[in-house]
């Protein structure tokens, strides 16, 4: 019974060092199904989410790319914000509030900014006739990292109009390589 216990004991080791962990989003997202077997990069790689009511979230694995994106966003929008609320910001996977209720959404405690995120998110209407604060945010993540891979991730049930305001927003910064996150379609899909 011992050498069990000690295979058990290896075996639960192992497996907790060699896993990866999701980032949380902010909203359930349930994806269509593909016959696509092509896997999306781990790292450096800039999630795209767009919930089925149209809402649209940004976020990287990589903590130093979101810390430059709120830098270069602040410092382009003129946007102040306290150090309780940069470090609400770090604790966040994803971004998903407009500048102009950032501040306002980052004061709050961390559970009704769970709850405050599904009800914003990006806008994708251009800023005085110029890119759009969904532009921006992607324009800033691609500065902060120019090797990062774009992917966009969107519900079933989202309607198609918003994914092409996405693929158009992109389109325009001459963004034209990005994955597009699905399921693998099952045999009894068919």
């Known amino acids: 019974m011992t050498p069990m216990s000690d295979v058990m004991t290896l075996l639960l080791c192992f497996f907790m060092l060699t ?4 980032q949380p989003e902010p909203i359930k997202v349930n994806t269509p199904s593909s016959v696509s077997e092509v896997k999306v990069p781990e790292n450096n790689v800039l999630n795209i989410l767009i919930g089925p009511d149209g809402k649209i979230f940004l976020g990287t694995d990589n903590k130093n790319d979101m810390n430059s994106m709120l830098a270069t966003m602040t410092d382009k929008f003129g946007i102040t914000l306290s150090k309780a609320q940069i470090k609400n ?5 994803m971004v998903g509030a407009p500048l102009n209720k950032m501040s306002d959404y980052l004061s709050l405690d961390t559970e009704k900014m769970a709850e405050a995120i599904k009800t914003l998110g990006i806008p994708t209407d251009s ?3 110029g890119k759009s604060e969904f532009q921006e945010w992607v324009q800033a993540a691609v500065d902060a990292n120019p090797d990062i891979k774009l992917a966009i991730k969107c519900d079933a049930t989202t309607p198609y109009k918003v994914v092409k305001t996405v693929m158009s927003e992109l389109q325009d910064m001459n963004q034209n390589r990005y994955q597009l996150i699905t399921n693998l379609k099952t045999s009894s899909e068919d």
């Open 19 to 22: 896993s990866t962990f999701l």
């Open 127 to 129: 800023i005085d006739g």
């Open 89 to 93: 910001f770090k604790e966040e996977s």
